[in-house]
């Protein structure tokens, strides 16, 4: 199946300070997902993006399908942005499913 | 438009029970997705069924495990003589037709005494 490593493991940030965390795939992707899972455990989905360019509020995202890695922009962190962010990626061989990468740890300190 | 619901948000039980964990797809929604998260690691496929039909099973374990997704009412995922290794939280997600994005619920935490 396809592989998903993420990096950084861990990051940790100063409040205000810009970030890129790497999502790199070892397939064709249809589908790929950024997520935000927060303190207390909850999955937000920050950004549907198999391929392209995306921007919302102080988070962007490109996928470059490829060659197989997408990147996730923090701009001006804020301690609300702590939590894990996971990327997810499905292929048309593996049907619907999500693989999900092991995620990227943040912790931004005020 | 109101998400993907989860109940309960908690759950416990001792070994030997019998856990239901229920999944109320996103109102239009017919793909629901299980998955489950161990503690300290990334999320893993478990499930995929559209009403009343499991489309991938490939993530569920061999034993123990079952999954439906009836004409009516919400998705079970139902776990048999529970383990400790079973304490974990599990996630639904759910899709539209047609597209891929999968949308999370707020998840199940399942604790095994």
């Known amino acids: 199946g396809i592989q998903v490593e993420q990096s950084p493991p861990d990051l940790i940030l100063q409040e205000g300070a810009n970030s890129t965390l790497r999502c790199n795939f070892s397939d064709s992707v249809n589908n790929l997902q950024w997520f935000h899972q927060n303190p207390w455990g909850q999955l937000i989905n920050l950004f549907y993006i198999p391929s392209g360019t995306k921007q919302n509020g102080r988070l962007s995202a490109t996928t470059v399908a490829t060659e197989r890695y997408s990147l996730l922009y923090i701009s001006s962190s804020q301690t609300t942005d702590s939590g894990v962010y996971f990327c997810?990626?499905?292929?048309?061989?593996?049907?619907?499913?999500?693989?999900f990468g092991g995620g990227t740890r943040v912790l931004v300190k005020p | 438009n109101a998400g993907v619901m989860q109940n309960p948000r908690h759950l416990v039980r001792r070994r030997g029970q019998e856990a239901r964990l229920r999944c109320s797809p996103m109102k239009g929604h017919s793909h629901v997705y299980w998955y489950r998260q161990l503690p300290e690691e990334g999320l893993k496929f478990m499930v995929y069924l559209q009403k009343e039909n499991i489309i991938d099973e490939s993530g569920m374990p061999k034993e123990r495990f079952s999954a439906e997704f009836p004409k009516e009412g919400p998705s079970i995922l139902r776990i048999q003589q529970v383990v400790r290794g079973d304490s974990a939280a599990y996630f639904c997600a759910s899709s539209p037709p047609g597209t891929e994005t999968q949308y999370f619920g707020p998840g199940t935490r399942l604790l095994v005494l």
């Open positions: 997810a990626v499905g292929g048309r061989a593996a049907g619907n499913k999500l693989t």
